[in-house]
């Protein structure tokens, strides 16, 4: 959902539909939204074109998610190694 655009999100559908250009096998798919998901959505503010965006202007996706992972993973493994 990192790149997803508002003009793809159907909040009273509850419904995302990722446009094909965007699949691997290049078909449109279509994402059910819980409760949660809507509230959430909902209660986001629209600065641009994309749902969630480092830029105020709303215009670049986040990124940077190897990274986080790569820091997650230390992180749980310290944590397996620690005494209990």
Known sequence: MSNAEWYEIDLEKRL??????????????????????????SSLPRFGPLVFS?????????SGFSNAKKRLEKR??????API
Not at 54 to 62: E, F, H, I, K, L
Not at 76 to 81: C, P, R
Request: proline share 10%; aromatic share 2%; no cysteine.
């Open 16 to 41: 995302w539909k990722i446009p094909a250009a965007r699949t691997k096998p290049g078909r449109e798919h279509e994402v059910p939204l819980s409760n949660m998901t809507v509230e959430l959505l």
């Open 54 to 62: 480092t830029a105020s202007t709303g215009d670049r996706p986040v």
């Open 76 to 81: 749980m493994k310290e944590l397996a190694k």
